[in-house]
Each structure stands twice: as structure tokens, then as C-alpha cells.
């Protein structure tokens, strides 16, 4: 199997080209962040096809693999916070606790990322996709991912979606990637606040937190084998353990910003360690 990684520490993308199989190469245009998927049983030059610019940081590009692949490959869905929204590490372009920890050699997977703000399970999966959802979709459809990253949630909660149809939109999201041979592993909410951590956002819907925190409860629990595949609970490395509906604020600095949603650096450093040792037993 031939996987060619865009790494983000040049300064200027350009045409990558890799060495597959014998007689066989890949190359994608990855300009303005886009992705290319290509397949060649083998001889000749393979161009990716460009897909679209809303594609950030680091892509994988596989040829045709050859037997059976080895190379975990994630396809990430998030938002603002999986973005990267407010991370102040940015070397080698690359933001936010999800890039940081997939693209480091330890953790040695290839991943693409389709995050952006204002993403939810809601937009993505409610029986009437997007079009921006459907050409992101593409990726996955097209390339050779083993597993499908999900960073979801706030953004439904804030707009007064319940727990139960969070759930719903889970386990479509669930099928329609397990039809696609591929392994969904969903994360757990965050805290969300006001500016003192003392109490909810103004900006959500009443009672949001307690759908969140059912939504939590969903997935550690596995409920209709919505994470039949594992999870990733980025709640219990943030949140107050006396408290769930808090921050922690142990770590010598505050984890959450200024608006009481999204992350300082340190809240996606935290989270990007954590991210990193679990990786070996979640993307099996």
C-alpha cells in the first residue's frame, strides 16, 4: 500500500510525489489545502483528483493497496474546536489537539481532517446531508480510511438539540461509515460555561449541558453500540471531577477560553497528550 503524507512543514505546498509499489507512483495536488484520491493497480503516473479547499492541515493520499492495508488511516469530523480554534501552537502549520497528536510519529497514523466551525451531528447527519457534508464525504468514500474521528456535539446542545436525537445522528453516522468498512470512534463534550467558569453560556439552549452530559453518558456506555468501536473522552481530561459541568483548573492555567467554549493552548495541549496515549488502543 502506498500512502503519501502532506506534512504542512513546508512553506509552500506544492506537487508531492512518492515512491509506491514497484512501477507504480502517486501524485496530488494539494494546493490551498485541498486533497487528491487516486487508484492505479500499477505502472504509469497516478494524479489525484482535486476535491475541495476546505480541507485543513496534514491529508493522506493512497494508491490501490495491494493485499491487506496496515496503516491505521483517520478521517476527522469536528468543529471549531477540532479546528483548532484559539490554539496558539502553530509550528508547521499545524493547530488544534487532533492534529498534534495524529500527526506525531508515535502515534503513526495518516489522517485527513474536514473540521470547521459550526459542524454538529446535526448538519451531518439528519437524513438530509449538506452539500458541503456530501463533498467532504467524498474523501472517505474514495479513499482507503480505516477510521472515521468524530469531534461533535457542542454545536448541537447550543442550539437545543436533545441527547436522543444526538444519538440518532450517531448511529446513522455509525452505519453509514461501517458500510464503508470503516471504524466511527466518537468523543465525549466538553465543558461549557460563561467567562468565569462559574456557571452555563449565555449562548446556549437551557438545559444544555444536561443533554451534553447525557450524550457523554450515551457513549461511555456504548448505547446502541454507538461506540461499539471505543471512544475518545476528552470530557474527563477537562472537566471538574467534582463538578462535570465545569473545568478543571488544577493545571496551572486555564484549560478553556475566554468565551467559556473553546480552548487555550494549554486546554488543547492537555488534550493532545491524552489524544496521544490512547491512540494505540483506539485505532486498532
Excluded at 444526538?166 to 463534550?189: D, E, N, S, V, Y
Excluded at 467567562?195 to 450515551?218: K, R, V, W
Aim: glycine share 12%; charged share 15%; aromatic share 8%.
Amino acid at each position: 500500500m502506498c500512502v503519501m503524507v502532506h506534512s504542512a512543514y513546508t512553506t509552500a505546498p506544492a506537487l508531492l510525489n512518492a515512491s509506491c509499489t514497484p512501477g507504480s507512483r502517486s501524485t496530488v495536488d494539494v494546493n490551498e489545502g485541498g486533497i487528491g484520491i487516486a487508484s492505479k493497480a500499477s505502472g504509469g503516473s497516478i494524479t489525484g483528483r482535486y476535491l475541495n479547499r476546505h480541507i485543513n492541515g496534514p491529508i493522506a493520499v493512497f494508491a490501490t493497496p495491494v493485499g491487506t492495508p496496515t496503516l491505521k488511516s483517520v478521517a476527522v469530523f469536528g468543529d471549531s474546536i477540532a479546528a483548532g480554534a484559539n490554539d496558539s501552537t502553530t509550528g508547521g502549520g499545524l493547530t488544534g489537539f487532533i492534529q498534534r497528536s495524529l500527526a506525531t510519529t508515535a502515534v503513526g497514523v495518516a489522517y485527513s481532517t474536514t473540521a470547521q466551525s459550526g459542524y454538529s451531528w446535526n448538519a451531518a447527519f439528519s437524513g438530509s446531508p449538506s452539500d458541503d457534508f456530501i463533498r467532504k464525504a467524498q474523501i472517505i468514500k474514495d479513499g482507503a480510511y480505516t477510521h472515521a474521528l468524530m469531534c461533535l456535539g457542542g454545536n448541537d446542545v447550543k442550539d437545543g438539540v436533545t441527547a436522543a436525537s444526538i444519538q440518532t445522528r450517531m448511529l446513522a453516522a455509525k452505519a453509514w461509515f461501517l458500510a464503508r468498512g470503516i471504524k466511527m470512534i466518537p468523543m465525549t463534550g466538553l465543558p461549557r460555561t460563561n467567562s468565569t467558569n462559574t456557571g452555563a453560556n449565555s449562548s446556549d439552549a437551557a438545559g444544555a449541558m444536561t443533554e451534553y452530559l447525557q450524550m457523554n453518558d450515551n457513549i461511555r456506555n456504548n448505547v446502541g453500540g454507538v461506540s461499539e468501536f471505543g471512544y475518545f473522552d476528552r470530557h474527563v481530561a477537562l472537566a471538574d471531577p467534582g463538578d462535570p459541568t465545569r473545568w478543571r483548573t488544577d493545571l496551572g492555567g486555564n484549560v478553556y477560553d475566554a468565551d467559556g467554549i473553546h480552548l487555550t493552548t494549554l486546554g488543547h495541549t492537555t488534550l493532545t497528550n491524552a489524544l496521544s496515549a490512547a491512540a494505540p488502543t483506539l485505532f486498532t
